[in-house]
């Protein structure tokens, strides 16, 4: 089917028949059973919006017809097709389609099951806690900010009607930004664009509303006044009550200049909030509304500050939990016993809420918009009731295969859209790393999560192809030399790219946890945990590492009073980063020898292959003895090889407070394949 110019404006703007779908109008007709009222879920000056089912491979749809007479009309409707046919972002609103026929103008978006922000702060009895409130304001503070620093088309985008309306609520609480009809798209290399002022009142920027002169800063004063909002309960604007209270913004600003924060809150967020917290809340709103542009923060600031405020309330919830069921939790991983009576004590209800908000606040969100959080539900219908099992490419456990629509994630049929791969662990075997920003091509992309009944599901893509370690010994397809050195040159971008993060990814790095895609691409998998179990490969890992570990756990174990929370427990980033750099040194030994790290059926003194080939590397005429026979060319090794093996042994070192780094690793690798490159 071609795209088809739209026909309602003098506009040539093109269709995208590729990031979403067009529907005919007998489509919409059907889904909608010919527009029925009953369908109906929201009325605007737009039109009306109906709740449909069982249109293309979607199960939920909401559809928005937009009447004829609307004053959204036809360029607000080809704004919104246009600017969310280039986004994807877990904090924005998807959209799946959209119709324009017969004068007809219909857009398809995923269903949001709980509504709007706005429904919930207005309804008598809401259920949302002040923690709950917290994480609705991050996703939409990071939807804001994903669109204001540039979508892949490398374009600005600001909202312009930015309201508690205009953020809904999917069945899991995650905040998405809606309602794109009045955006302002391709800013990124000015500060302001003059337009005609449109928006909502109560929202909009006083600087905007008397110059005309439209900013990002803009966006960011409607935020304000969402977090007054969602604060205090009130109306942006409510003419019902003292003229003084008309406009939210200045009565609360005018409340907090005369030293009355207190009459700001919602009484039924009162004992949840902190008051350290509550003041910097207080404080990010209020900055939000300076007066002068210029003096507001970005949203990326905005972003940061709301995560720390989420981090802080987090951790005061945590430590209501019982200390004590607390460690006879933990301790039951490693013994297999769970004291019945400190079971009981034990509320694990309440800590599943408080992993679900140290998950959306470690991956929830990622600034690639791609992290989902999905229901039960959704991964059975997209597993096939978790049917379709497979062995992992990249580690020894069995996952599960499935498949969603390939930008809302919503379970489609097996083979259709995008292939993913559910893995289950439980919640408490694994420390959660922060994920925020981890977007690179050498990594497996990790789509989204759920968290239920003392399980968490991780959600990623499915990429076939098979681990480097099966490559260099496991009889899959013999490796060159140039391709050897690529997969390690992208696994040590990828690697590089955390540590830049000061992140450290894994409890040990392997060949096993590089998966080499059908291009022979490194991508690295399986880094978004670090275990406490002691299942671990001494090959990988320095002396000093297990001696540091032991100590760790050997305090746990012996000194209750120690004990402060399972973070505790985890290692110094500085050093899980050089023992990385030291696993990395065995993954290069490995693919220049073309040998396991340790292999049994090797005579005894060369079972283990650091402690037998490390004392070889130093000599350049000892390179033909260990390196593998299918990447010597006439009994000789490709050239530049001695170089990296120098690498290898400065990896390898058991003592150094130096080790090399990642960009000298890298460095070494572009300069040994380039020399190969120009020898073939």
Same mark, same amino acid.
């Given at each position: ?220 004063? /409607?935020?304000? #006044? =969402?977090?007054? !909002?969602?604060?205090?309960? *009130?109306?942006?604007?409510?003419? $019902?009550?003292?003229? &003084? ?71 005061? /919830?945590?430590? #209501? =939990?019982?200390? !004590?069921?607390?460690?006879? *939790?933990?301790?039951?991983?490693? $013994?297999?016993?769970? &004291? ?75 083979? =259709? ?6 893995? *289950? ?256």
């Amino acid at each position: 089917m071609l795209p088809t110019p739209i026909k309602d404006t003098e506009s040539s703007f093109i269709f995208p028949d590729q990031t979403c779908q067009r529907f005919t109008l007998a489509e919409i007709q059907s889904a909608t059973q010919n527009f029925d009222d009953a369908l109906v879920i929201g009325r605007g000056g737009f039109g009306k919006v109906y709740k449909c089912s069982n249109i293309g491979s979607m199960s939920e749809v909401a559809v928005k017809r937009l009447h004829s007479m609307s004053n959204q009309g036809a360029n607000e409707f080809e704004s919104e097709v246009k600017v969310l046919s280039m986004l994807r972002h877990g904090n924005l609103l998807s959209l799946i389609g959209y119709c324009n026929d017969e004068r007809e103008m219909v857009l398809v978006y995923e269903f949001m099951p709980n509504g709007t922000l706005e429904d919930y702060l207005r309804k008598p009895n809401s259920s949302l806690s002040w923690l709950l409130l917290l994480k609705i304001c991050v996703g939409a503070a990071q939807g804001l900010d994903y669109l204001h620093r540039g979508t892949s088309a490398q374009h600005g985008v600001i909202h312009r009607d930015v309201k508690t309306s205009n953020i809904l609520l999917d069945a899991n609480f995650v905040a998405k930004v809606s309602d794109f009809g009045l955006v302002k798209v391709g800013l990124m290399d000015r500060t302001h664009v003059s337009t005609a002022v449109k928006g909502t009142f109560g929202y909009m920027d006083p600087c905007y509303f008397y110059t005309g002169k439209l900013t990002r800063k803009s966006d960011v004063y /409607a935020f304000g #006044v =969402v977090l007054f !909002e969602v604060l205090s309960g *009130k109306k942006a604007v409510d003419s $019902t009550l003292d003229e &003084d209270q008309w406009g939210l913004a200045g009565w609360a600003q005018k409340k907090i200049k005369a030293g009355k924060l207190n009459q700001i809150i919602n009484p039924r967020l009162v004992g949840q909030i902190s008051r350290k917290c509550m003041k910097e809340f207080a404080r990010i709103a209020r900055y939000c509304l300076h007066t002068e542009p210029k003096q507001r923060p970005t949203m990326a600031e905005v972003v940061v500050k709301l995560e720390s405020v989420l981090s802080q309330e987090t951790e005061i /919830a945590n430590s #209501v =939990v019982s200390e !004590e069921g607390f460690i006879y *939790k933990l301790r039951s991983l490693f $013994t297999g016993k769970v &004291d019945d009576a400190i079971e009981s004590k034990y509320d694990f209800s309440r800590y599943l809420d408080l992993i679900r908000i140290e998950v959306d606040t470690a991956i929830g969100g990622s600034k690639d918009g791609s992290f989902r959080t999905f229901t039960d539900y959704q991964l059975a219908s997209a597993t096939n009731n978790f049917m379709d099992e497979v062995l992992s490419p990249t580690v020894n456990e069995s996952i599960y295969k499935g498949w969603v629509h390939e930008r809302t994630y919503a379970p489609t049929k097996c083979g =259709v859209d995008l292939a993913i791969y559910v893995r *289950k662990i439980e919640i408490l075997s694994q420390k959660i790393i922060k994920l925020k920003n981890f977007n690179h091509p050498n990594f497996v992309e990790l789509l989204g999560y759920c968290v239920s009944k003392g399980e968490l599901f991780f959600v990623y893509e499915f990429i076939p192809g098979t681990s480097f370690a099966k490559h260099l010994y496991g009889g899959a397809t013999s490796l060159s030399w140039a391709t050897r050195l690529n997969i390690a040159i992208g696994a040590a971008e990828g690697l590089l790219y955390l540590h830049k993060r000061n992140q450290a990814a894994y409890r040990q790095f392997k060949t096993s946890h590089i998966l080499v895609d059908k291009d022979f691409n490194a991508r690295l998998s399986d880094f978004s945990f670090v275990s406490y179990t002691f299942q671990m490969d001494r090959y990988y890992a320095t002396p000093e590492w297990f001696r540091y570990r032991a100590d760790r756990f050997d305090s746990f174990f012996h000194d209750e009073d120690s004990f402060v929370s399972l973070y505790q427990l985890s290692f110094a980033d500085d050093f899980a980063m050089k023992n990385e750099i030291y696993a990395f040194g065995v993954v290069l030994l490995e693919m220049l020898t073309g040998m396991k790290v340790y292999d049994e059926e090797r005579p005894l003194e060369k079972k283990n292959l650091v402690e037998w080939v490390t004392p070889l590397l130093a000599n350049e005429e000892n390179l033909r003895m260990i390196m593998d026979l299918q990447l010597q060319h006439n009994d000789f090794p490709p050239k530049g090889a001695f170089k990296l093996v120098q690498l290898v042994s400065n990896c390898l070192q058991p003592k150094q407070d130096q080790p090399p780094s990642m960009e000298d690793i890298l460095q070494v690798l572009n300069h040994c394949y380039q020399e190969e490159i120009k020898t073939v």
